[in-house]
């Protein structure tokens, strides 16, 4: 039986030079320093692969056969099951935060593919305020009602100082839900039935939800949040604040599902804005190169809480360790299998054409004369030259190759075989 021999030597030197050895996961919790944050350290993330493997032993007398022979059996097992079908496995199996699929047609407050779940209140009452304030937004930011906004907005009279806007909050719903009656009742096809159902106001029982998944992300509540360990209530969204675009962060403190005429549903987030804009004397969020730092003790913006699941970022919030106190490191996470694809329009193509074509140019813009002196000699001096012989001359001294080839006896042929020549 043979022998193995370990370098015992080498081992352990390699391992005092790392920084922490961990199998399995970390039960310690050690506080980080801030430059650490958002940068993951590749040499931990390999040495916790470890406990992956030492999951791999079964006979640990032989723990390095153990592991190589699981590993071989794991990727063996992976690749044939790419070639099987009508079988669940890892690569066609059923997504674990899967939303409602794909799209249908209508008004795009209608198509989302946000799945509420957790259902906490089937006859929740939501207050005429907030109810207002989320039909409102639902108005503002569907695709196709900006015709009417724009023409809505070229009728009013602004008085000096007063925000555009705020007039539209307030005249806009009553003016677009008379427009549609007046529209239904003549028998106009401008009045389609979404459209009118979305200008008469929704209904005044709403349900309420803990959880929805929207794009393959899972949000949950701020109050589910508080009963356990992981976080998902964390949400950004890029807006408008003082004409400039702002990165709002906040927390998911409710979601509704409000019922239009027509069974026609529309899920919304209720959010709580932190306040990010600088506001008051002292600073309220600090942007540095690798992370950004908010105070979540002050709060904006409470009068416009609502946005649509197809409008949020999910983040995540970690305790800042430099400056302490209410101050957190808002933390963007790439979530596996969710991917940002550029949109195209119908007909056009995803490829860059112009970074993938070769450059070809049509006219030719000038010419630039090059002058070659006619007393450059391109022959050396120094050797000695040679005449090679041409056909003629070959002729005129009576050379023959083929002949000659012909006349050369081979040594390697045998005299009793018949050859063609």
């Not at 529209?183 to 106009?188: D, E, H, I, P």
């Not at 008469?200 to 939800?209: A, G, I, R, S, W």
């Not at 600090?286 to 946005?307: A, G, L, M």
Request: glycine content about 6%; hydrophobic content about 30%.
């Amino acid at each position: 039986m043979r022998s193995l021999e370990l370098p015992v030597g080498k081992i352990q030197e390699q391992l005092e030079n790392m920084l922490a050895l961990t199998l399995g996961k970390n039960p310690s919790n050690i506080r980080r320093p801030r430059e650490l944050i958002g940068e993951p350290n590749w040499k931990k993330v390999s040495i916790l692969f470890l406990g992956t493997l030492k999951r791999y032993v079964s006979n640990r007398a032989r723990p390095e056969g153990s592991i190589a022979e699981a590993y071989i059996l794991k990727e063996c097992i992976t690749f044939c099951s790419m070639y099987l079908d009508g079988i669940e496995t890892v690569h066609n199996r059923r997504e674990r935060n899967e939303d409602s699929g794909e799209c249908s047609k209508g008004l795009t407050v209608f198509t989302q593919t946000a799945r509420p779940t957790g259902c906490r209140r089937i006859d929740g009452e939501l207050s005429d305020e907030l109810r207002d304030i989320a039909h409102w937004y639902l108005l503002y930011n569907t695709l196709e009602l900006e015709s009417y906004l724009e023409k809505h907005k070229n009728l009013l009279r602004t008085p000096n100082g007063e925000d555009i806007t705020q007039i539209q909050r307030r005249e806009f719903p009553k003016w677009f839900k008379e427009r549609m009656n007046s529209l239904r009742v003549n028998g106009s096809p401008e009045a389609t039935d979404q459209l009118w159902t979305l200008a008469n106001d929704p209904n005044l029982l709403v349900k309420e939800y803990s959880v929805c998944i929207v794009n393959g992300i899972r949000f949950h509540t701020k109050d589910l949040d508080n009963r356990r360990i992981s976080q998902n209530s964390g949400v950004s969204i890029e807006g408008d604040h003082e004409e400039q675009i702002h990165d709002f962060y906040g927390h998911l403190l409710s979601i509704w599902e409000l019922e239009y005429m027509c069974h026609n549903k529309v899920v919304s987030f209720q959010r709580e804005w932190y306040n990010t804009g600088n506001t008051s004397r002292r600073k309220t969020i600090q942007t540095e190169k690798h992370c950004t730092s908010i105070d979540v003790s002050s709060r904006w913006y409470q009068n416009d809480p609502f946005i649509l699941p197809s409008q949020a970022k999910q983040v995540f919030y970690l305790r800042d360790t430099k400056l302490g106190g209410n101050w957190q490191v808002v933390q963007y996470v790439q979530l596996r299998g969710v991917f940002d694809v550029p949109k195209v329009g119908d007909g056009e193509s995803n490829d860059d054409t112009e970074a993938n074509d070769a450059f070809q140019q049509e006219t030719i813009a000038g010419v630039i004369p090059i002058e070659v002196a006619n007393n450059d000699r391109y022959c050396k001096d120094d050797v000695e030259a040679k005449v090679i012989p041409t056909d003629e001359t070959m002729v005129e001294h009576g050379g023959n190759n083929e002949d000659e080839e012909h006349d050369i006896p081979d040594v390697d042929m045998d005299v009793d075989m018949d050859y063609d020549m």
